[in-house]
């Protein structure tokens, strides 16, 4: 008897499920019958019990939930191989509605920043990890109830994070904590009683023509200044003296440990020369309109650079190896990291195979990379392997300076600001734009000759690309 009575009820709650399948919007059915699992009557024990579906597992929003419209857990993105963890900032607070791949929080690498988009829209329920936690690939970040526009959850209390630097400077900062130190009073004109300034040295007696004796000199008399008291000084400073800690972020502390290790390790030297841009700026005026118009970007400077330094890495081999224990490692091909400022650090995408491209190729490849490091979403594939870097300080006005070699490369090319100069032309003085340009090389393996070698190889391909073309 209770056994017919199960089937009979069975059969009821299938009907009703192919009811609810045709009720669901598309986006539902899909997964519905992806999962096919509905709560069923099992009869096999002596009481009646229910049977609950698994957890549906949606692999692409990274999420998982017993129901559909049930709170989801949202979990972190996957790292490179090279990254096992970083710092979480959120953007969202709990209660907060978003939508569709709007960001929740971002995830600060050592060598990038990592996006978290939201998988669908709905409301935070939860955040698991506080702000500033360290977290791992994968791991489950936050709850979100999923619904566009759905009603805001009474806020619940994140996992506590400790206080930040910057706050507990500002609580040391307040008027209670410090009294401003008033400066050091500045000497006052002397009232009328204590005599006039002199404004030279008294008369001192002539000294004797006989030898001098041990008698002891007599000390000529000085004129005192008397400060009048109370006298308030002229400007006193205004507020509390104090000083502001601030955490270092990952990429910084990462940049800071990378070049402590390159100047432990490397036995780096530098030598220069200077570059005669008059010919760059004559080709850049004559065929800009032409080339942006074919290659829709404009024609810049780092390209005749990037390909100069190209052409020198294939004529002087060494400059383009690098050290690996006991053994010296030549590459065949030539990848040019290029040097990015950011507002969160330096970054140095890298330009692959430089040595089979063109200006028009460098430019539009330098373009893509910039604006992606500028938007935050440079890859870790796209910093990774380069065999030489230059780095363009001539942007923010550089006259001369000294760049530290990037691990594990052996050289770094220095661009400097161009400016006007007096140089002689043969035997007569013409002003030319002239630029300053540094090679920073690693003298276990690059010789003083090798390197002043390639640093005139550039100047040479950059002052007149025929050189190129010809091989010379």
């Given amino acids: 008897m209770l056994g017919h009575r199960v089937t009979a009820l069975n059969r009821c709650l299938t009907a009703s499920r192919q009811r609810f399948s045709t009720s669901l919007s598309p986006a539902r059915r899909v997964v519905a019958a992806a999962t096919n699992k509905v709560p069923v009557l099992c009869s096999q024990s ?9 957890l549906l597992q949606l692999r692409s929003l990274h999420v998982s939930a017993p129901r559909l419209d049930d709170v989801i857990v949202v979990d972190g993105p996957a790292f490179a191989e090279s990254i096992s963890e970083g710092d979480i900032r959120w953007l969202k607070a709990v209660g907060d509605t978003v939508s569709e791949d709007e960001l929740v929080a971002e995830i600060e690498t050592d060598k990038t920043s990592v996006e978290c988009p939201a998988p669908a829209a709905g409301t935070i329920v939860e955040l698991l990890v506080a702000d500033g936690s360290k977290v791992t690939a994968k791991q489950k970040l936050y709850k979100l109830k999923p ?4 009603a805001a959850v009474p806020a619940a209390k994140p996992a506590a994070a400790p206080e930040a630097p910057a706050a507990v400077a500002a609580a040391a900062a307040s008027p209670a904590a410090h009294k401003p130190v008033p400066s050091t009073p500045a000497p006052a004109k002397p009232a009328s009683s204590a005599g006039s300034i002199p404004s030279s040295m008294p008369p001192v007696a002539r000294p004797p023509s006989a030898p001098l004796s041990s008698t002891p000199v007599v000390s000529v008399p000085v004129t005192r200044i008397h400060v009048p008291a109370g006298v308030a000084p002229e400007h ?3 507020g509390a003296r104090d000083e502001v ?8 502390q990462r940049i800071a440990t990378r070049l402590k290790d390159a100047q432990n390790t490397y036995a780096m030297l530098t030598t220069f020369n200077e570059i005669d841009m008059s010919n760059v700026m004559e080709m850049r005026t004559r065929y800009q309109k032409d080339f942006t118009k074919k290659h829709n970007v404009k024609l810049g400077l780092m390209s005749p650079f ?29 990848d040019i990291s290029v040097a990015v400022a950011t507002p969160k650090g330096l970054v140095v995408p890298v330009l692959r195979n430089v040595e089979s491209m063109n200006y028009a190729q460098i430019e539009m490849a330098l373009a893509a990379l ?32 000294t760049p530290i070699i990037n691990p594990p490369q052996s050289a770094i090319l220095g661009m400097h600001g161009i400016f006007d100069r007096p140089v002689a032309i043969n035997g007569k003085v013409e002003i030319r734009p002239i630029m300053q340009i540094a090679l920073t090389y690693d003298h276990r393996l690059i010789d003083g000759r090798e390197a002043v070698t390639f640093l005139k190889k550039i100047k040479a391909a950059v002052e007149d690309p025929r050189v190129m073309t010809m091989n010379l």
């Fill in 46 to 54: 002596p009481s009646l019990s229910v049977q609950s579906a698994p």
């Fill in 147 to 150: 619904g566009a526009g759905g």
């Fill in 236 to 238: 006193a400073i205004s």
């Fill in 245 to 252: 800690r601030v955490k270092m972020n990952r990429m910084r």
């Fill in 306 to 334: 990037v390909r100069a330094a190209a052409y020198a890495l294939t004529e002087m081999p060494v400059c383009n190896a690098v050290i690996d224990d006991a053994e010296i490692v030549y590459r065949t091909f030539v």
């Fill in 370 to 401: 910039g604006e992606k490091a500028r938007d935050n979403k440079i890859a870790v594939e796209d910093m990774e392997g380069g065999t030489f870097t230059i780095s363009n300080g001539g942007v923010f006005g550089s006259v001369m300076g």
